[in-house]
Structures are given as C-alpha cells and as structure tokens.
C-alpha cells in the first residue's frame, strides 16, 4: 500500500445523519482502534487515552427510602446483589458511586473506594444533637404542655432521630446513657472512629459475592473492626460516600450512575454531599414506587420545588435530563383493582377474571371420585388438575398483566399533567426554538426489578410479565444511554479529532517515497521561508473572530435588569419570611402557627437544611433556600433561554465564519510553497485535507467551549443561596439572643426587621455575585478560544514539519540513517492500514439497525 485512501471518509466523520444510537456507535467503537505499536512514538496519544478512560457523564439517582433504587441499581449493573438492599437507614444515608472499571486484572475485576467523613462534620452533627437534645428536655419540663406543645416534641424528637442512631450505631449509647456528655465525651469512647474519620479505603476482588461482603460493613448495619483498638461496629454512619467500579455494559461509554440519597437528608452534610453533584449531572432519575404514586394526586412529591428550579437553571428540566422510575410495579392490589370503574367496564379484563373463576372451580371438583366416575387413572387426574394449574396461572398472568399496564396508564397521565403545568414557564410565545425541547413531556419508566430477574432463564417468570422486556429494564437502560449521547458524542468527537490530527501527522511523515526526493536545503531553512509569518496570521485572523464572538456571547447575558429583579424579591421576601412563622406556609386554608421550639431550630441552624417529622407529616426546613430561590426564580428563564439555548446556538454561524477564515489560510499556505518550494507543492495538495482535519477540530472546540459557558454556568448559582445566608447570620444570632416569656414574637420581630430593612441589599450583593461569577465565566471562555487557536497553529506546524522532515536530507549517519527511516515509515504504514480499515469500515455502519440496549 502506498498511502491511505484520502476520497473515502472514515466512518465516524460521515455519520451525521445517522440516528444516535448509530452515530454513537460508531464513533465510539472508533475510540477503540488499537494503536499500541505507536504509543511510545506520541505522547499525545497516551493523554488521549488518558482523557478517554476517565471520561465520565454523571447520572443522579434519587429516591425516598423503601423507593426500590438500590434494587433498580443492581439490575442496571446486572449483578443481582452487589449493592445491600436490607438497610434502610444505610440505603438513606451513604451516597454510592458507580463507574466503569478500566482495570484488566482479574483480582481487581470489582474495586470500591470508601470515603469516610470529616472529623469536623461528625464534630458539627453531634454539637447540634446535644444543643437539641437540650431545647427538647426544656420543653419536656414544662409541667403543662398545649396540643402545640405535644405537637412540637414530636417534630424534635424526628429531628434528633437520625444523629441518637448514629450515637447508638457507632458508640452503642442510648440518649440515656449520653446524659451530661459531651461531643469530646462521646468521641473519645471509640478511638476507632478517630482513627478512620478523614481517611479512604481500597477494597477488590474478581468475585461478586466476595466483594459484596467487602463493602457490605460500610453500606448496611453489618459489624466490622475499622481500627486498631479492635472494636467491631457498623460504620456506614461515618461514610461520606462510597465509590463502586464494576465491568457492567451500561457503565462501559463512560456513564457513571450516582445514587442521591442525601437530596432531602435531615444530617445537612449529607445532603451537602449529594447537592454537590447535581452540577455535573447530564440527567436525573427520580425514582419512586407504584404503589406510593398511585397515592399522590400529582408527582410533586417526587421532586422538590428547590430540585426543580436547579434543574430549570442546568437546562434539564425536560424529558431528555429527567426521567421517572415507577418502580416496583409488580407489586399490585388485584382485588382494590378489580373495584375501580376502569376495571368495571374492561370486558377483556371481567371475562378473565370469570374464566378464572371458572378454572379454580373446574380444579376443585377433581376429586377421587372423578376417578371411578369418569374411569380416570390417578395419573389422569394428576395431569387434568396439572393442566387446570397451568391455565389459571396464564389467566392470572393476563389479568395482572392489565392491571399494570392501566395503572402504569394511569399513573403516566397524572405525571404527564404535572410536569406540562411544571414546564409551562419555560417557554413563551416568541421562542419557538424551544418548543421542541420544552414540548411538556417527561419520561417515564414503569420497573420492576423483580420481574427482571425472574424472568432469567432458570427461574419461572413473574405472574404477568412474560419476559425480561416486560419488567421495564431493558427500557430504563436504553433511556440512559439516550440521555448520555449529547455528553457521550461530544466527548467522541474531540477525542476522534486528536487522533486524527495523529493519524494524518504520522501518514505525511510515513508517506513512501519522500526520501528518494530529499530537499537541496536543510529542513529548517525550508520550515523558516514557508512559515515566516503564515502562523501568526492565521492566529490573527481566529483572534479577530474571536473577539466578535465573545462580544456575542456577553451581548447574551441574561443579568441585565437588575432593578426590576431586586424591587421584586424584596417584595416577595417579607412574605417569605412572614410564611416561617407556619408550619405549612403554603396552606391558606388553615394555617398552622410554627412552635417556638421549632422557630428556635431554625435560627439556630441559621436558617441552614433539616428535616422533621410532626405527626404524619415530613417537613422540609430549609429558609435560606426559601429566600435565595426567590432570586433565582425571576431570573430563571432568561438564564436558561441564554446560557442553555442561544449560547451554544452561537456556534453555527461560528462554524461557517471559521470554514471561511480556514479557507482563506490554505490559499495563502499554497501561495507560499509555490513561491519558496514549488517541487513540494503536489506533496502539500496531497496534504491539504489533513489541515481540513484542524479546520474541523477548530469547530468543534467552539462548539465544546460554548457548551462549557453553560455548564460552568451551573456552578454559579448555586453560590446565591450561600452569599444570602452569610448575611442572614448577624439577624438569626440577635433573635437566639432574645429569651424568656414573649420570646417567639421578638425573635419573629427581629427577623421580620431585619428582612425589611435588609433585604434589598442582600439580593443586591447577590446578585452583583452572580453578575461577578457570570463575568468569570465568560472571561473563561474568551480563553479557551485563545488556546484552540494556539493548538490549531500547533497541530498545523506539526504537519508541515512533518512533510518537510520526509522529505528532508539526512544527517551524518548517511545511508545507514536512511535505512532505519525508510524501515520505520514501512512499518508504521502497516499500523496505518490497519487503522485506516477499522475507521472505514465500522460494524455500527454496517449495520441497519442497532440494538439500544447494548449500545
């Protein structure tokens, strides 16, 4: 072979109008060329494998306690235990990550890192249970309590729950036995926990059960020594998180699932833990149980308002970036079912349920006396009633069948409704672009994990679901794979470009034949009169551009009417905060006044995140969150119209300024060779599509560092809500400063005094906050197009080296170092073939139809 075929694309560079699934495919099995021989030639090469191993696009997995997540994980992975599903309080308390395990060993096939907690957070947890623990005894002590009063020991004895399990989980104390201590009291009696708080843990195995045990002690209430004292307790109450890597075909293209426990966990450093990933995540599942949504009228309970304004801001507030997981659908009430009007007037549904009546009667009246009756054998009658057996069993599997298909029905209509009134604001009437994406839905995936792994080959299936594409799995993996293509594809494609760039540097440099035409003068003098300013034109020439399109980007800021906005929160903060004087702010229709006890927890938390429980009720406290998202809410469509939409719109007409830049570079680049080197010229046309190459990676960088102004935006807003609390601190400690009798009406007085004389200003620096942060950001981006064209220059250089080198005069070694050239190039010709055949022809191309779920 003399070179390449240069006519023909490669597979993955002309797939655009392929679907995803087969776009992806393609361009990722194109990752996976083997180009080992040339590793130690090109240290870029091995940064890109590098890049390409610790990619990572993040989906969160959230979901109350008891919701089914864990079981749903482990059919995900398709380990049927790996992760413990027997503890609940564990299952609520330690986020788990799981990724890709890129390790080949066979003994380090299952590997989990465990993150333990800081010593300062157990130290804050346990500060705050002995400060409650001592507004609950006070409140004890009162010798005649109101219905309030009862109602308000409930709430805080909710509140301290979950720190008195730790206590008696790690150090084996009840609440009476840490009577009088102290947080140094209570540490100091487990020097273990000392010894393991702050640090990490490596675990690994080539077995799934093994592994399992493993992690096991720091995941569910399972006893372990972690220390050198020898004690032996649970620690999961110590994890911070826990980190799982795992050979699993779902986790293979780079998505990492994150279970989110903590999103409403009453320990705020938990819940700290989880928020921090919301950020990078590229979707989110909200999983919640069949049973418990057929219960709610709408699905507000699946997602807080908080969660939903985030994901408003991220631009995943559609049914690509969010997606519910019903699960455990199996579980079904036929007999509640059989009562509801849809079942009344489901004919198929009634003459089931009559042919089942049938069967069961028919199957009772075989008796013995059928023998002598109907002159039956006992083997006869064995296989009559055998037969019976087997047919009420399809019949039952059709009815159970109908009743989850209607009440998945059912259920999808009610979250269809809520999320389209969720998502109305999303959109206005002179933003049609938009519609496509806010069009209303949301995804929706019925599970059951069950049903999945019943319905393997050496178990029975699950009465009503007749196969392993019936319990919702399959699906649910398909749905993930989907919503990580954006992340995915454009991860593939920058990578896909550097090792282009590699590939067509390596091809000039191998190219036969160059030697056997050397240049009369040395490489260099030749490099110096082709290029003496041609780069730093072209670098001129994108830098210019460059300047426009940061104009554009900061013309798309959506913080510009700051007056309006901070007249308006100011407004609605006084009755924010008149609302935390009730338990139930929102319910107009009786009002119920919030306990001094409790108010008193919130200052003291400075307003900061916890959960309580009164009565039946759970109750999400978290003020300061009540007035940052004030603010956030009246920016919240313009940022994502902006920051989610038009930004990265930006980059088509992008695309075409820069073909016509590239174009005009490459008439100059020829000019000069036909001026200063004009045998070199029919070698340079050969060349030219590989600078193409550059041209093409030059706009997809753009595109990337758009779509990155976004992303980055995610990490700002977030800082609103910490900017807002600092400055809420000064007021919460004069109200704590107030006592005695009448001290809940100063205290709600000196709040309320403070919000309004304050408050202006405090959204005011906030927002000068997230204008400073937005600045940043943007200022961020004008450097990374300073660095893509840096590159662009650098990869250019490259390659013009690269042909002048092939074709360059030898040094002193004479023939001896042409040989060992010549040599070289014809071997890495041999490893270009190769490569060249894998791009060109790639299974995904060949392919009519790919498979989703093993995609």
Known sequence: MTQPQELRPFAWSSCGDFDDQRRIKIKEDALNVDHKVIEGWVADYRNLIKRHQDFQVTVGVAGSTGSGKTSALNALLDYRELLPTDNAEAATAVPCKLAYNNDTRPEFKFRAI?????????????????EDLKDRNELQDMPSKSNEDHDALRLINSIVKPTLELVKTVFGLG????????????LSLNGDVGQVLGTTECFHSGEPDQFSDMVRHYMDSTSAKHGDHGLSFPAWPLVDEVEVLVKSDILRSGVMLVDLPGLADSVE????????????????????????????STSVKLLSDHQELRMKLDGKFHKRGYCVVVSQMDEIERNSDFKKEWAKSNKELQDLIKQEQELKISKQSRTMADIKKEKLTITRLKEMIYELEKNIKNVEGNIIFICVKERNRILTERIQQDFQARQAQMTSDHRDDLRATYDGQVSICPISSKAYWQCSDEEDT????????????????KWISHSAIPEREAHADSLLYGLLSLYNVIQTWSKEGGCQSPLLISKELAEKDVTSDIYEHIKKELGGYWEKLNQSVQEKNPLRDKKESIDNCARRCAGIVQGWSYKFPEDNSSPKKIHWNTYQANIRRDGGRFRGRSGRDCIDYYWMQDVSDVLLKTIVQKWDNALNHDIPNLGEEASDIINTIWRDFLQRLRIRFQENLPQLLPSLDEMIHSLDAIKARVNNDVQQALVAVSKDASEIHPEAAKTIQRSWKPAFKSALEEHGKGSLSRRKAVVAEFASENSREIYSTAFASLVDQLKKNFNRFSKRLDTISTLAVKEVEAHIHALLDNVSPQDVEGNKALTMKVELQQSIRDVLLQWDLEWKASEALLNTQINAENV
């Open 269 to 296: 450093s938990r819940a700290a833990v989880a928020e921090r990933y919301f950020p990078k995540l590229a979707a989110t599942l909200i999983v919640s149980p069949a049973r418990r949504a057929a219960d709610d």
């Open 175 to 186: 609440e009476d036995e840490i009577k009088g201590m102290t947080t140094d009291d209570l």
């Open 462 to 477: 699950l009465a009503g679901f007749p196969g392993r594409q019936y319990s919702g799995i399959p699906n649910l993996k």
């Open 114 to 130: 465990i993150t333990f907690r800081k010593r300062e957070d157990l130290v804050k947890q346990l500060d705050q249970l002995f």
